[in-house]
């Protein structure tokens, strides 16, 4: 009986810090969404190898926070039991197949990736430039195509990486033959889930902009940042009308509200547009909408909270989870690289034809 195999999809992040509410609504709800729909085979990286390209010279940093980053997608649902979670370095095979791909493309097409374009601007690279920081778009494309994925959950400032990665497989397909598989992103529902700003207003939250709320953050911590968020500068007086664009809260209230959230714990109104009304006409005080989202947050947080302070004192488990995963995932990228390099004729010790190519040259060598 052979087994229908499910679509694989691939996803992961980079161990440069904790995970954020950013990280939250745009990509992990997604992903564990989708490992417990049961429909496809997961596989979720700590991409540390592509930590280091920017962070050479500070190592610690970057292994210091693989397991931050295990503990958040445990403490947020990611299923051992359902999901391959591994580390990007542990995996040479992924190595190779950059290697390979590399090849394919050219300095000036990944100098044009928008995103890597930006990441540039923002760190101040100027003329020094790592050249591995410039091809990661080239290895991350080997990260998903080692498992033959089809999904790839991510934020939206990703799909950059997926457009690259469909050229390579394009033309490794049409020069070795139809190997390789062309992957899809898949975004989080709604714009606000893909664009949560950071707390001061200014763009979109980031650890490097130090404007993040962190998924294990204490609750003590939650409440300070919602109400140091940013609101309507103008809306000073409980009687003020105030703005809802731009406004902070009211953009989280956006990403995180959910269908029970009024009748929990604001069931004067309705909905979110009765609230976002009222704010607007003026008669609805800052503090009364920043309480209402902290009691969102620590709703959807608190038993994030409890399942990360199990595994941190649960160790030992962690690593085994990671070995295994690991494994796993060397033994999946193997069976492709064995079938890549075969498609590109460098698997020399199995191949009877080109033993069979020699012998003749050299027969017919012989016979003149
Ligand atoms: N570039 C992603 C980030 O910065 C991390 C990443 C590495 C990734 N390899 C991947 C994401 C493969 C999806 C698939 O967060």
Known sequence: MTEKKLPVFVTGDRPTGKLHLGHLVGSLTK???MQNSGKYQCFILIADMQALTDNAKNPQKIRENVLEVVLDYLSVGIDPEKSTIFIQSQIPQLSEL??????LVTVARLERNPTVKNEIKDKNFQRDIPAGFLMYPVSQTADTTAFMAEYIPVGEDQEPMTEQGREIVRSFNAIYGDVLIESKSVLAGTK?????????????????????????DSSEVVKKKVFDMYTDPNHIKVSDPGKVEGNIVFAYLDAF????????FLP???????????????GLGDIKVKNFLFNILENRLSPIREKRKY???????????LKKGCAHAREVAADTLKKVRTAMGIEYFEDDGLIEYYKNKFNENNKN
């Not at 950059?98 to 090849?103: A, H, K």
């Not at 004067?268 to 003026?282: F, P, Q």
């Open 31 to 33: 992903r564990v969404e």
């Open 257 to 264: 509200v959910e269908p029970d959230s009024f009748e929990k």
């Open 268 to 282: 004067e109104y309705k909905n979110l547009d009765e609230l976002k009304a009222h704010y607007t006409r003026g």
């Open 311 to 321: 595994y941190e004192q649960h160790l030992d488990e962690v690593l085994e989870i």
């Open 192 to 216: 606000s889930c893909q664009r949560l700003p950071g707390i001061d207003g200014k763009g979109k939250m980031s650890k490097s902009l130090g404007n993040a709320i962190y998924i294990s």
């Open 98 to 103: 950059t290697m390979y791909y590399l090849n």
